[in-house]
């Protein structure tokens, strides 16, 4: 039993030294964003002679950071709500009315999990830019069906386990399909929506590709895609753009922090289904 | 009766028009559009198989579609590698056990283009800064080779990932009935015994979902290559992806970049079905 013990002591601190491996590279980057710029050719490795936030101030201005950030928060948060409202529906509608339309109809929104965002890009962007639906408005269309697939697979799992006797009763006391949707399933979804909110809000926050081909006003960029545009301009100036990374980076922290728990089993819930 | 299916369409309406509009009708244009000359701007005409033909001639496709297969074999091996040997860690009873898991699972939370940049900085300024100190010049201009760039982004993506396959790994670990483990200790089974007959057995759909998902991702790397090699030196890093991406909007070769991007939906298509069959013929039912 002492050996045990003991090789589980072993274990554990292989698991710390580990983490802070994994940790370096953010530790490199807060560490360099303080220096100046002679301080960083001297030599990235030791830590800065003072800590001054002069980095910070300018890579904030130049990002433009709080409408960035605002940007982001607009198109995640209304890109994730239209995904949650419209695929518990559709996943709602399949699983209850079943039926071999419903059964191709459910394969063809798996199916399009295969496809590659990059083998529909050009005729996409095509098609929105001929029909004038670009920027946000089309971005958020867009995220709704990249993002339905997954989610209404989710969803379909969840609502074929709830009973459809719940549906009948209500019928029975008068109400309409809407309300027994909104009223009665909609809130016994509850743990998916957080599954799938959480899912998609780190794909579509992280998202840069889309964005980079959808945005094309100036003032509606998101952080990953102010990010790019950022770097090309401070290439040779690490000490500004490392500022920068952390700067876009702190917010994902923080929240992680407060919610880790679900978003790890949110996580996990998703990839296992 | 009428009324009945109403509710239907209306439920299924605004999600099935947008898969149709921004999935299906671009894919079937972008079939169609690989066989013409379109530009993007006039109508275009039949070519027939011309760009397919002219695509596998092109040495610039052919070594990113090699270059890109490299890749994913390497990374594929190394984040599963990582993910089950981290899970295995981290499902020990370890009172640091969540904020171990907090930690490995954090890239996961940032995106690809800026871990990207992130590492563009180890790799070129505190790679350098490393081998000044301890004197390995092999250090220096990490990112300038084909060699050093390719284990770069195998690097990168190992670290971002393998938090995300420990993820997946530890809801099966955690799924497998204590008795049955207790059961074949009594039995005599010795810990890798136990391992192998018992919890690797029961692990195995975890396996299949990990590699669908390291499979795909490798293979459809775009931001991490952008961002951290751009695809240099001389598109020796590129991968296809981003070949697709120049050929369509650097190169403006919208029809010939469009031929590529439906080569490159066959071969995801391939793999990834390929690899759930294989996988799903070989897990067991509890």
Redesign the interface.
Known sequence: MKKKKQS?II??I???I??LI??S??Y??IV?SFKTKRE?FE???KLPDVFSFENYTVAFERLDFIKTFFNSVLITVLAVA?III??S??A???SR?GGKTSGI?FM??VA?M???????????V??FGKLEMLNRGGLI??Y???G??LS?FLYHGTLSGIPKSLDEAATIDGA???QI?WHIIFPMLKPVSVTVAILNI?WI?????LPSLVINQQGMETI?LK??FF?GEYTKQ?HL??AG?TI??IP??II?FFL?KQ??KG???G??K | MRNRNLWYWLFLAPALLALAVVVILPLAFGVYYSFTDWNGIKTPSFVGLEHYKALFAEEEFREALWFTTKFTVVSVFLINFFGISLALLVTQKFKTNNILRTIFFMPNLIGGLILGFIWQFIFTKVFASVGELIGVEALEGWLSTETTGFWAMAILMSWQMAGYIMVIYISFLEGVPQELLEAAEIDGANSFQRFYHVTFPLVMPAFTVSLFLTLSNSFKLYDQNLSLTGGGPYNSTQMVAMEIFKTAFVENAMAFAQAKAVIFFLIVAAISLTQVYINKKREVEM
């Open positions: 589980r274990l554990e292989l698991g710390i580990l983490a994994w940790l590279p953010f490199l980057m360099n960083m030599d990235t490795l239209v419209f695929s529906m559709a709602y509608a399949l009315r109809i063809l929104f399009a295969l496809i590659p965002f990059q083998s529909v890009m050009i005729p996409l095509s098609i269309f867009m709704l069906g990249f339905a697939s209404i309409n399909r809407f949707f780190i926050w992280n998202d840069y590709l990953p990010m790019f770097f690490w753009a490392l990374l876009a980076i994902v922290i992680y880790q978003i790890i996580v996990s819930e990839s296992v």
